[in-house]
């Protein structure tokens, strides 16, 4: 119970510094900041995923636990922190690096630090009740050990059912249409509906 209810209360603090941060400094809305940033945080989202090469094996962050959500975020800012740091030290170019990409490239790599930070600290606290109502379908579906398998033969779509711990289509033979692949990026489609929709009764 502890597990569970100090993570939670963390990121409902982290969330009400949030906002009262949000109204002093910024006199904004946190709540309405983060409606309006949805594509931002889209972005961003892209961004690490870029660096795990495929943000959806940590599925961490769709869960329900607050404790592996706070762990799956860390990771997930974290992850393409350690690879640029790693990229640019010297012992990892054997060619030298040039001038010009320094000068482009350094100031780039530490923007995108601070925003890998900012993300923990501004968007993931609340982001964490979004997805606890939009990945609730994506939980569902990794739950289930129901699977599609599915093939175009011509212009018709055929279709078998199939479970989770059959061996999938080789390649250029279909595709495992199940969306148990892609809990994150569902996941994410799901509340940039949502946001967008909130977005459009605010306004």
């Not at 601070?114 to 990945?135: D, N, T």
Request: aromatic share 12%.
């Amino acid at each position: 119970m502890t597990e569970v209810a100090l993570p939670l209360a963390g990121l409902i603090s982290l969330c009400l510094i949030n906002y009262f941060i949000f109204r002093r400094l910024f006199h904004s809305n946190y709540l309405r900041w983060y409606v309006s940033a949805g594509p931002l945080i889209g972005l961003a989202t892209a961004a690490f995923g870029a660096a795990w090469g495929g943000l959806d094996n940590n599925v961490g962050l769709i869960s329900a636990n607050p404790l592996r959500y706070i762990r799956s975020c860390k990771m997930a800012a974290g992850l393409p922190i350690y690879v640029f740091g790693g990229v640019v030290l010297s012992k990892n170019q054997p060619q030298r690096i040039s001038i010009r990409d320094i000068l482009f490239g350094l100031p780039l790599i530490v923007v995108f630090v601070i925003a890998a930070l900012g993300w923990l600290l501004f968007v993931a606290p609340l982001q964490y009740f979004v997805f606890l109502i939009c990945g609730a379908p994506c939980r569902i579906v990794l739950s289930s050990n129901y699977a599609v398998h599915a093939r175009m033969v011509g212009r018709r779509l055929t279709y078998e059912d199939k479970t989770a711990d059959d061996p999938k289509p080789e390649k250029g033979k279909g595709w495992d249409a199940s969306m148990r692949d892609k809990p994150v990026t569902l996941a994410n489609a799901f509340s940039a509906v949502t946001l967008f929709l909130i977005g459009r009764v605010l306004s």
